[in-house]
């Protein structure tokens, strides 16, 4: 979108409307979906559990690789991107996003890891009300197995495993530790201002919207295969 923008003047091209933005912004957190549908210990749970995972975890796993795709797409160097996030989040909001970017470790390898961890938690997201709602619906088997704590913590401790293996290899103890703890702090971080983007009403709209499209393609792909 960003691209075709370029083909209008100048003055046009400075100007980016909160629609715009929002299917932008939309586009980075559908983009999670890509990335666990690659993921083993995510195609093989039931889309019931898939679709209460991305309910409860979007938010602020969605927003972690958004931080990374910001970064490498340079989009907070795009002035009319940054402007329309200025108008809707306000100045506050775009300047911690910043420091956040500018702090996100540069190997991208380990932020994915992180994000992976991340994504299998049971407390990572504020509960919101309608994922509240739609927790009566889901499948027994959410209860009893691919959400319950236990089930999530040894996939969660598998990539965690990982992460530190391939850091240690890479970097040694110390600043393995010292990288590990970065991480950590900056997803402590992300979820204050993800709470804050949350009382937005188009940003919470947008993410129900990602919401909505991720479990009917998780249905519709569903059906296909059986």
């Known amino acids: 979108m960003l691209n075709i923008q370029s083909i209008y003047p100048l003055k046009k091209r400075l100007n980016l409307n909160v629609v715009t933005l929002t299917e932008i912004l939309g586009s980075i957190y559908r983009s999670i979906y890509s990335f666990l549908e690659r993921i083993p210990d995510f195609t093989a749970m039931s889309v019931h559990d898939q679709t209460a995972l991305i309910e409860h975890n979007v938010h602020n796993a969605g927003s972690m690789s958004g931080l990374l795709i910001l970064r490498d797409g340079d989009l907070y160097g795009n002035y009319a991107f940054r402007r329309a996030n200025l108008d809707t989040y306000g100045s506050t909001s775009v300047d911690g996003v910043t420091k956040l970017i500018n702090r996100l470790d540069i190997n991208g390898t380990l ?15 504020v509960v919101r009300p309608q994922i509240m709602n739609n ?11 691919h959400l319950s704590s236990m089930h999530l913590f040894s996939i969660q401790n598998k990539y965690t495993d990982m992460m530190f293996i391939y850091m240690i290899y890479r970097y040694g103890y110390t600043e393995s530790a010292m990288r590990f703890a970065g991480l950590v ?4 971080q992300l979820c204050v201002h993800t709470t804050e983007a949350a009382t937005v009403q188009e940003h919470d709209a947008m993410l129900n919207m990602v919401i909505e499209d991720t479990t009917r393609k998780l249905t519709t792909e569903d059906k296909v295969v059986i």
């Open 111 to 125: 932020v994915k890891l992180i994000l992976i961890v991340l994504t299998f938690s049971t407390c990572l997201d």
């Open 135 to 145: 927790n009566s619906s889901l499948s027994e088997t959410t209860e009893r197995h």
């Open 185 to 188: 702090y900056n997803v402590l």
